[in-house]
């Protein structure tokens, strides 16, 4: 849903990790974002806890010093240890280093709270389930894109009341809108730039009695 959304606008194009209910592994969650050359990262999940009365949704993004409070930590431990089960963990944590160098160099993690802003404010304007806020935890599938990327918890599938919302083709198409409008909205005002390069190749010649222009073309 939310992709169809972005793909309705003119000048956008959402690309999928994945179309069906089969597992995708980080790496290739990566390989995906890098080879379509994507813009923003949108890591889409439905919460749970193990308190029923919890609802609502929630919009992360990353932190490397810790989680903005208990439940924001156990949401991203959680999320991690399905990483942590395909056995790739020390491959990405040997990375981490060039990784976060990354991040703060292209001022990622900041156009991250920006994007996170941008969705929460269009999922606070629809209403469709209440809005938890924004928060921050050290997600390994955020840490490990070098782009503008949040997480977003959507609803909780240990609710009711979420639970009798999401089964609502009406009210789940408008989460989805909300949730695609706040990155168009995000990109539309912070547009990626482009860059070309240019190999410029210089080359170092000694004129000499005789040659010519028809010569140093043919050359060079």
Not at 53 to 61: L, T
Not at 107 to 128: C, F, P, Q
């Amino acid at each position: 849903y939310v992709a169809n959304e972005i793909n309705k606008e003119k000048g956008f194009r959402a690309i999928l990790t994945r179309s069906g209910d089969y597992n995708v592994s980080l790496q290739r969650r990566i390989d995906i974002a890098r080879k379509n050359g994507g813009d923003c990262f949108i890591s889409l999940h439905l919460n749970s806890h193990y308190n029923n009365r919890a609802r609502g949704s929630e919009v992360y993004f990353l932190s490397i010093t810790g989680a903005t409070d208990e439940n924001a930590q156990a949401v991203a431990e959680r999320e991690n240890l399905f990483l942590e089960i395909e056995g790739k963990s020390v491959e990405y944590n040997n990375d981490l280093k060039e990784i976060l160098f990354d991040l703060n160099r292209s001022n990622t993690m900041y156009e991250s709270s920006i994007l996170a802003s941008e969705i929460a404010s269009a999922l606070k304007r629809v209403g469709v389930v209440p809005f938890r806020g924004i928060k921050q935890a050290n997600f390994v599938v955020l840490r490990s894109i070098a782009m503008p990327s949040v997480l977003v918890e959507a609803a909780f599938l240990s609710n009711r009341k979420d639970v009798s919302i999401l089964r609502r083709e009406k009210s789940l198409r408008k989460l989805a809108k909300a949730i695609a409008s706040g990155a168009i909205s995000y990109l539309r005002k912070n547009p990626p730039e482009r860059e070309e390069v240019v190999r410029t190749l210089s080359t170092v010649h000694v004129v000499k009695s005789g040659d010519t222009w028809g010569g140093y073309a043919r050359k060079y």
